[in-house]
Every structure is written in structure tokens, then in C-alpha cells.
């Protein structure tokens, strides 16, 4: 879902001009899955523009208090999300803690690191959904530390329809900044893409896993 049209057709137009999306419909790129895709999407290039950075850290503290309220604590995802939610946490003064993909494989063996309190109400902050595996891997770890996860917010989804059925099963609300419908309308009204390409592209979220095959 996402709250603000207007400000999610400016950060597809940023990460349009910093090139952390690449749209290239004809010369695909090919993911660690092996699937085709026309978007290849980076978005830590963001935290290298302070004004794009504060952009989408303004956008993120406004999803979360208008969607869920002010948190007690803001959980960052490995490793896409730690940067921007260290920053989301430092703008809403309240303490931050991050999910391992897997636990550490020494010391303490922790998966969740930082301190936290077992009840607290905790937002979860990702960079983008793709599949939906790696945010909802990291819920259910909060989830089994006793915290309540009220929500995950990510600045860029892809929209497939297996992340969406995928945070219903798991009873996780999701909220987005930007997401790839309005991503591919602003790289044609830019000219980044023709009206050509854009049968392929919608081609292409509706059925990543076949798509040019």
C-alpha cells in the first residue's frame, strides 16, 4: 500500500536519476534465481545523496506514524535496510535494532542484535520487496522474540503477487514508499522506455518467472 502518490512518483524519479533502477526491457538482467527481469534495483545508492537520503527518511517516519503510530523500537533488515532504518530511528528518538539473515555463527549466536524488551511494538524497515522472503524471515524472528510487529515498510516493491499473498498468510501489513507501477509510468514519461516497452514490462511483474523464456 502506499499513502502518498506524490511523493512516491519523486523517489521513483530519484532513483531514476542516481540510476539505483535500471530499467533495460531489451538486454535483461538475469537475478541470483535465475529469473529474467528488465529491473535491475540498488537502492542503497540512495544513502550516498544526502538530499535523497532525507527525502526518503522523511517519507518513511511519515508512512510509519500515519500507518502504525510511533513505534517503540525500529528494526532494520540485513543488510538493505540497517543504513535507512538507523536513520528513521534517530528522526523518530527511539532505539533501533537489526535482523541478521541467518544467526551469527559465533559468540552469541545472536539473530537480532541490539537491545529490546519482549511486548515492544516494532516497525520494520526494508529497502525492497521482491519475493517477500527475507522481510517476513526477519518478522518471524522478531515475531519468536516476543515483539510486536506492526508493520514493514520498504521504499521499493516490484508488486508480485506472491509477496502480496505471502504478508497476508504471515498477518504482516506492508506499506511502501514507491513501487513498480508508477516506477515504469515515470521512465515513460522521461523517455527512459517506449510505449513499445511497456507490454513487456507489465509482462514481466505479472509473470516474472516465465518471462523470456
Sequence with gaps: MITDIDNAAKIAEFLLQI???????KDP????SGWKS???CDNRKTLSYPNIRTFIRQG???????????????????TGGIAMGALVAQELGVPFIYVRSSTKGHGLQNMIEGDYSSGS????IEDLISTGGSSLKAVEALRAAELNVKGVV???NYGFE?????????NCPLSVLSNYDIMIE????????????????????????????
Excluded at 506472491?162 to 504471515?170: I, V
Excluded at 515515470?186 to 518467472?209: F, G, N, Y
Design 19 to 25: 540510476k539505483a533502477v535500471k530499467l533495460q526491457p
Design 29 to 32: 538482467f538475469t537475478w541470483s
Design 60 to 78: 518513511f517516519t511519515k508512512t510509519i506514524l500515519e500507518e502504525y503510530g510511533k513505534p517503540d523500537i525500529i528494526a532494520g533488515v540485513a
Design 38 to 40: 528488465p529491473i535491475y
Design 186 to 213: 515515470i521512465a515513460l514519461k522521461q523517455d527512459t522506455v517506449t510505449e513499445k516497452d511497456m507490454d513487456s514490462l507489465r509482462e514481466w511483474r505479472k509473470a516474472p518467472q516465465s518471462w523470456r523464456k
Design 162 to 170: 506472491t509477496a502480496t499473498k505471502a504478508f497476508e498468510a504471515a
Design 121 to 124: 511494538n516494532v516497525v520494520v
Design 154 to 156: 520498504a521504499i521499493f
